[in-house]
């Protein structure tokens, strides 16, 4: 009588993980864009800021990029974020309000790998990136009670000149 022995072999499957960068462009419209000047924020579905990023150093279209910090991933998923500008009060500036849906779709290869697709939507429109826009008008600044002008008039010698301030003509000039 032999004793039977059941031998079991237990494999596990875990695929390596996968870090997706969700990234987008910054546009300004009338002026030249700064580096760091515009801060966008990646949420959760719930609302909770995941992270932020600025705008880097615009190209000779004055368009910058800017991204997030990579995601990792550890298994397949659809994964849902909003991406939004943060308003700012940049003089002059009209910020752009768009909120975009970002769908990151995680699949499973099957021999130890994943791959992912990135998806954006604004409202029920697809879109091919992150691009937000902004505009510049210098005609929106409001410049009231910035720039205060006075003239003093001195004679020490006592000097008769019939001069006085309404004889001034002040003007700013961009």
Do not use: C, M, W
């Not at 875990?14 to 009338?30: A, N, S």
């Not at 579905?45 to 995941?50: H, Q, R």
């Not at 991204?67 to 991406?83: K, M, S, W």
């Not at 700012?88 to 130890?112: A, H, K, R």
């Amino acid at each position: 009588n032999n004793p039977v022995y059941i031998i079991d072999f237990v494999n596990t499957y875990t695929p390596e993980p996968i870090d997706v960068v969700i990234e987008g462009t910054k546009e300004l419209i009338g002026r030249e864009l700064e580096d760091g000047e515009f801060t966008f924020q990646l949420k959760n579905l719930s609302g909770s800021v995941l992270d932020t990023a600025d705008n880097g150093a615009a190209n000779a279209n004055n368009i910058a990029g800017f991204e997030f910090a990579p995601i990792q991933y550890t298994h397949a998923g659809i994964y849902t974020y909003t991406v939004n500008e943060v308003k700012g009060n940049l003089g002059g500036v009209t910020y752009d309000e768009t909120v975009y849906t970002v769908v990151v779709t995680i699949t499973d290869n099957g021999d130890g790998t994943l791959s992912s697709s990135v998806d954006y939507t604004v409202g029920n429109e697809e879109k091919t990136e992150l691009a937000f826009v902004n505009e510049y008008d210098a005609e929106d600044l409001d410049i009231d009670g910035l720039v205060s002008i006075k003239k003093l008039i001195s004679n020490p010698q006592g000097v008769n000149h019939n001069v006085t301030p309404e004889g001034f003509k002040f003007g700013l000039y961009d």
